[in-house]
């Protein structure tokens, strides 16, 4: 079955780095679009990035310039390196594909932004 596994989450203080990792099995990675979403509490989940199988990517206006999505089509890994951190990024980042008409999220990682 479609496996989705995020990592890399954690605390951070505000201007660092981390780089969130998704491992995919279960579909055929390589030919599916990838996202990441993000959702801090009490606030409705949003669209972070989103790579496509030729690796064409696009990102929301509130990551653009610090974040990057890339994948690792032999790893079958989905990544995000996120940079410049602040405090507004602090939420629960998912990866999310739909495979076959179905569509299958993570189980997230925790970023935390905090001095």
């Known amino acids: 079955q479609v496996q989705l596994v995020e990592s890399g989450g954690g605390l951070v203080q505000p201007g660092g780095s981390l780089r969130l990792s998704c491992r995919a099995s279960?579909?055929?990675?390589?030919?599916?679009?990838m996202r990441w979403y993000r959702q801090a509490p009490g606030k409705k989940r949003e669209l972070v990035a989103t790579?496509?199988?030729?690796?064409?990517?696009n990102y929301a206006d509130s990551v653009a310039g610090r974040c990057t999505i890339s994948r690792d089509n032999a790893e079958n890994t989905l990544y995000l390196q996120m940079n410049s951190l602040k405090p507004e990024d602090t939420a629960l980042y998912y990866c999310?594909?739909?495979?076959?008409?179905?569509?299958?999220w993570g189980q997230g990682t925790q970023v935390t932004v905090s001095s």
């Open positions: 999310n594909t739909v495979w076959r008409g179905y569509v299958y």
């Open positions: 279960g579909f055929i990675f390589s030919s599916s679009v």
């Open positions: 790579i496509t199988d030729t690796g064409s990517s």
